[in-house]
């Protein structure tokens, strides 16, 4: 298959290669919800999820998507009982150590982003295995954003940049938003830090302190669907709904674009 052609799937949706996004971003949301439904356990409701996630990676590899980042634990998950932080932790590095041949074989690079400090060692170890074993591979990249808050990215960020400053590597007035977004944690992926569509499950219509900084242009959509049952079908809508969609980053239509809108002819 060549870079540019897409799946059948993909085609018979009607989806366009050229308005494919390069880098979507997940909100995984609703696994206790969906165990909660069915008379389960939070932890079997957490399980389903990682299976979705799972066939979302495959998925977003083989559709020509080069970046997918996951919001698999934030900061303010912690106020969540220990026994759930402690289940949500062990399947995040199951996670990892699941996905690492695919990875390995697919040419995938792996990156885990958030706090260090208040991960698990044993998920400590498994991130620096994946991102040491990956980091030749430049084919696609998986982003894992644990132990993660926006707020706290951008705060490290203007800390390096403190740090620089107070030993002279910098001035004050050098930086700007070029030189702090690339003091993001997102920054390993270059031209590919923001993503263009940002996917949220289970219904809730907010951002949770995701991607603050990189999501200022981002396409947003949100559904109805549970985490653990956000498969193809619920994929495929939410890229049509996106190719739907005119992105202008702040710019104005042209006047005869708009007046031909009006018009009835665009």
């Not at 907010?206 to 999501?215: E, G, H």
């Amino acid at each position: 298959m060549a870079d540019d052609d897409l799946p059948e799937a993909l085609v018979q949706a009607g989806l366009r290669p050229e308005l494919m996004p390069r880098h979507v971003a997940f909100v995984m949301d609703g696994n206790r919800r969906w165990a909660q439904a069915r008379g389960l356990s939070t932890a079997e409701g957490h399980a389903a999820g990682a299976q979705a996630l799972n066939k979302i990676v495959d998925l977003s590899s083989s559709w020509r998507i080069r970046v997918i980042t996951l919001f698999a634990f934030s900061q303010e998950n912690f106020k969540r009982p220990e026994e759930e932080v402690n289940c949500v932790m062990e399947l995040i590095e199951q996670a990892i150590r699941d996905n690492l041949d695919l990875c390995v074989r697919e040419g995938i690079r792996m990156h885990v982003i958030g706090d260090p400090s208040r991960r698990p060692a044993s998920l400590q170890e498994a991130a620096r295995e994946a991102e040491e074993m990956t980091k030749n591979n430049s084919r696609y990249h998986c982003i894992v954003a644990t132990c993660y808050s926006g707020q706290w990215d951008i705060v490290q960020a203007c800390r390096e940049l403190a740090t620089k400053a107070q030993d002279k590597l910098i001035s004050p007035e050098d930086i700007d938003e070029r030189m702090l977004a690339g003091h993001l944690a997102t920054s390993v992926l270059g031209e590919f830090t923001c993503p263009d569509l940002v996917i949220r499950t289970s219904g809730e219509l907010r951002l949770s302190n995701f991607l603050l900084w990189q999501s200022v242009y981002s396409e947003l959509y949100f559904t109805n669907t549970l985490w653990p049952d956000f498969g193809e079908d619920e994929f495929i809508k939410a890229l049509k709904d996106f190719q739907s969609r005119e992105r202008r980053f702040g710019q104005r239509k042209s006047s005869q674009t708009v007046f031909e809108s009006v018009a009835g002819v665009v």
